[in-house]
């Protein structure tokens, strides 16, 4: 960040109802710490603010900054965001260059905030972010508001679509008779020729596949989820092959999983992709009325697709 | 009106009515998270625009009142939290400001309102209002009642440890290294440098154990509070 006029900041005008709070979370503090339980509150209380003015969803209520108990053994002055995970709000004067991170917030954090206070505390400046915790960070190297604004919404992007995703069960048996939801698209339009050549020809088998993005910005991956259904002839059965591939690539990162979970989430199979796999695969037969689950992993990420026929 | 300022206004609106339309070009409800995350950089660029236009009500009105800045900043934060959820009803017939301003007068008179009111009813007489403290005040003791008591208090539950969960949690390999130890050690005001150096354990692993366990520690003290 450099310190020009056309950095992105956002000030909040700090009045009766940031300071009441501010005063009641110091009741009973030992003065030593009043100052950092004051300002602690002050920075979260503009950083709450900041994120309803952008259209986001804080939930202070449900933060470690809120409970009177953990304000006293932590320097915490989290914000938790609904769906996504916590912010850490730290406050800055304005004479300081840097902003320093307490060690005991190190942790579960999705990002740190650096808010800006003169000696009035009647405004608070949100300066800028950085994602990884660092004891201290000079104020000119915190990221900009733009880049936080991004990454956030990047972050609340990937939650709804994997929570959409999630709310329905897909029903395989509809597939057979021609109804294909159109979340599961035909396959070239997921892989390249080479892909599909040797992956999926043939009979009187539907066979579809969905985009899957995991992770964000440096983590982010982006799968082919690939589902072949085929009737088993005078049976109530179908046999599904299920495989992930790379989304139009070549070889899937180490360590993907493709996991096959019964109704209840207990794990049945689960293969992890090597070094240079093309792509990984599970086969399975699933009888009339039975669900199951394809969950996909790779590092903390995961999304999960459920399906019934 | 003076010829420069008329000009210097609509130089203001056009400005501030391209980032509107920039707004509203990009929906909130996108599926996108470029397009969503344009609208909310253009959000932020207006409620700038909007702070430093010079152009903000005075509300020279209330001028003498004796809470008046305290008042203008609580009624400008709530009318810029009401200008961003607002936005997309903006009608761009009138200028950015003159709704803006609009908005600013209804919630100086709203917060007025309330203040006044809860001066009467809720304050006893002989305690000050709620009031906005500066720096100066936080520091000096005797504006904000600190009372010993929690803290003795919290001392000695964490010393008694009546269900030894708290000597229980220790880490693996410095097992003379557990809850109590650190949280006794933490409530006497010492830093993790300190705490890291007379336990022989890196700052990292130690801060990394305790936040961990911060959740439980809670539920389990509360019990006893």
Redesign the interface.
């Known amino acids: 960040m450099n310190c020009t006029s056309d950095e992105?900041?956002?000030?909040?005008?700090?009045?009766?109802?940031a300071?009441?709070m501010?005063?009641e979370f110091?009741?009973?503090?030992?003065?030593?710490?009043?100052?950092q339980v004051?300002l602690n509150s002050l920075a979260v209380y503009a950083v709450d603010?900041y994120l309803?003015?952008?259209?986001f969803n804080p939930d202070w209520e449900n933060s470690?900054s809120r409970?009177n108990?953990?304000i006293?053994?932590?320097n915490v002055a989290d914000l938790e965001v609904k769906n996504f995970g916590k912010l850490e709000c730290r406050p800055v004067?304005v004479d300081e260059e840097k902003v320093e991170i307490?060690?005991?917030?190190?942790?579960?954090r999705i990002g740190y905030v650096a808010v800006q206070?003169d000696?009035?505390?009647?405004?608070a400046k949100i300066l800028g972010f950085t994602r990884n915790y660092a004891a201290e960070i000079p104020l000119n190297q915190l990221q900009s508001?733009?880049d936080f604004?991004?990454y956030l919404?990047?972050c609340?992007?990937?939650q709804s679509?994997q929570t959409e995703a999630k709310l329905v069960t897909v029903n395989i048996g509809e597939w057979i008779d021609g109804f294909v939801d159109a979340a599961w698209e035909k396959l070239d339009r997921l892989l390249t020729p080479q892909q599909l050549g040797v992956a999926f020809k043939n009979e009187i088998s539907v066979t579809r596949g969905q985009k899957i993005d995991l992770g964000i910005q440096l983590d982010k991956i982006s799968l082919a989820l690939v589902l072949k259904v085929t009737p088993e002839e005078n049976s109530n059965e179908v046999s599904i092959l299920t495989q992930l591939h790379p989304f139009k690539g070549i070889t899937l990162p180490e360590g993907v999983k493709l996991i096959i979970s019964d109704e209840l989430g207990e794990v049945v199979l689960e293969q992890e992709s090597r070094e240079d796999d093309n792509w990984i695969q599970s086969a399975f037969d699933v009888e009339l009325g039975e669900k199951f689950r394809i969950g996909v992993s790779y590092k903390e990420n995961s999304v999960e697709r459920e399906f019934e026929f | 009106m003076n010829h420069n300022l008329q000009e210097r206004d609509d130089v203001l609106n056009l400005k501030l009515q391209q980032l509107v339309e920039e707004i509203k070009r990009c929906s909130?409800n996108s599926?996108?998270?470029?397009i969503?995350?344009k609208r909310?950089?253009a959000?932020?660029?207006l409620?700038?625009a909007i702070?430093s236009s010079g152009r903000l009500s005075k509300q020279s009105k209330w001028l003498g009142e004796p809470n008046y800045?305290?008042?203008?900043?609580?009624a400008?934060?709530l009318t810029?939290?009401e200008v961003?959820?607002k936005i997309d009803e903006y009608n761009p017939q009138y200028p950015v400001m003159a709704w803006v301003n609009k908005i600013f007068n209804w919630r100086f008179s709203d917060?007025r309102n309330k203040?006044l009111r809860r001066g009467f009813t809720q304050i006893p007489k002989h305690q000050k209002a709620?009031?906005?403290?500066?720096?100066?005040d936080?520091?000096s003791?005797n504006l904000?009642?600190?009372?010993?008591s929690?803290?003795e208090q919290?001392k000695e539950i964490i010393q008694k440890d009546s269900e030894g969960f708290l000597k229980s949690e220790y880490l693996s390999k410095y097992p003379q290294v557990n809850l109590q130890t650190i949280?006794l050690m933490?409530?006497a005001?010492k830093r993790?440098k300190e705490i890291s150096q007379e336990l022989g354990v890196p700052?990292?692993t130690i801060?990394?154990f305790?936040?961990?366990r911060?959740s439980k520690?809670?539920d389990y003290?509360?019990k006893y509070?």
Not at chain 2, 69 to 74: F, Q
């Open positions: 992105l900041s956002f000030v909040v005008p700090l009045s009766f109802e300071h009441s501010a005063q110091s009741k009973g503090i030992p003065s030593e710490k009043v100052q004051y603010n309803r003015c952008m259209g470690h409970n108990l953990a006293q053994l932590m004067l307490p060690a005991e917030v190190s942790d579960d206070f000696s009035s505390l009647k405004t508001l733009e604004l991004m919404t990047e609340e992007v990937v679509h | 909130a599926g996108s998270a470029t969503r995350g909310r950089i959000l932020n660029k409620v700038n702070q800045e305290d008042y203008y900043n609580e400008l934060q810029l939290m961003c959820q917060v203040e709620a009031i906005v403290l500066c720096l100066d936080i520091k003791e904000l009642p600190n009372d010993k929690e803290l919290l949280l933490l409530l005001e993790w700052i990292s801060s990394s305790y936040q961990r911060m520690i809670i003290i509360q509070i």
